[in-house]
T-cell receptor, first 114, second 115 residues
Framework: NAGVTQTPKFQVLKTGQSMTLQCAQD?????MYWYRQDPGMGLRLIYY???????DKGEVPNGYNVSRLNKREFSLRLESAAPSQTSVYFC?????????????FGPGTRLTVL | AQSVTQPDIHITVSEGASLELRCNYS??????LFWYVQSPGQGLQLLLK??????LVQGIKGFEAEFKRSQSSFNLRKPSVHWSDAAEYFC?????????????FGKGTLLTVNP
């Protein structure tokens, strides 16, 4: 049981390049989330998927797209990377069982846009 | 608007000293509250959580937190800090009446432990 996994761990892009960050969970969780973490800003929600087949914008969605491929996988795409997207990206998942409201986080992807 | 505030950006304590990290929340109703820890270069690990019931919550690694409704606070404590506790700590809140289960994070408190 690996929990939440993310690939890649590190990535360097040039401005204008595109890439997809992958996230998968093996806990049979319904909901999945993408956050970015910047110094002094805490974690900010980019997009989330409450259940398979649905996605919604979070606090900072501009410049990103997401795909909930299936129950396990939730990817984040940068179509045209900008230096302002240099950040650490975390994926999280949460079950919808009654009373269980905890999000479990992956190890993160450290992205630098030059 | 819902918010979580961590007033201290950086705290330094000596090894063996006691620790208290502050967290204040602003929600319409009592939120679910969490403390996460992030070691350098790592992801976030859940320390403890409060949903309801006993206002003193025990977590992993010897941490505890107390929910105080009158002060809108959920402070994290540890009686004796170890060097391995050096990390960044995040308080987070979740609207208990909501349907989207979006966490709101504080900006974090960086803990330095002096030998």
């Amino acid at each position: 049981n690996a929990g939440v996994t993310q690939t890649p761990k590190f990535q360097v892009l040039k401005t204008g390049q595109s890439m997809t960050l992958q996230c998968a969970q093996d806990m049979n969780h319904n909901s999945m989330y993408w956050y970015r973490q910047d110094p002094g800003m805490g974690l900010r929600l980019i997009y989330y998927s409450a259940s398979e087949g649905t996605t919604d914008k979070g606090e900072v969605p501009n410049g990103y797209n997401v795909s909930r491929l299936n129950k396990r996988e939730f990817s984040l795409r940068l179509e045209s990377a900008a230096p302002s997207q240099t950040s650490v990206y975390f994926c999280a998942s949460r079950t919808r069982l009654a009373g269980e409201n905890t999000q479990y986080f992956g190890p993160g992807t450290r992205l630098t846009v030059l | 608007a819902q918010s979580v505030t961590q007033p201290d950006i950086h705290i330094t304590v000596s090894e063996g000293a006691s620790l208290e990290l502050r967290c204040n929340y602003s929600y319409g109703a009592t939120p679910y509250l969490f403390w996460y820890v992030q070691s350098p270069g790592q992801g976030l690990q859940l320390l403890l959580k409060y949903f309801s019931g006993d206002t003193l919550v025990q977590g992993i690694k010897g941490f505890e937190a107390e929910f105080k409704r009158s002060q809108s606070s959920f402070n994290l404590r540890k009686p004796s800090v170890h060097w391995s506790d050096a990390a960044e700590y995040f308080c987070a809140g979740l609207n208990s009446g909501g349907s989207n289960y979006k966490l709101t994070f504080g900006k974090g408190t960086l803990l330095t432990v002096n030998p």
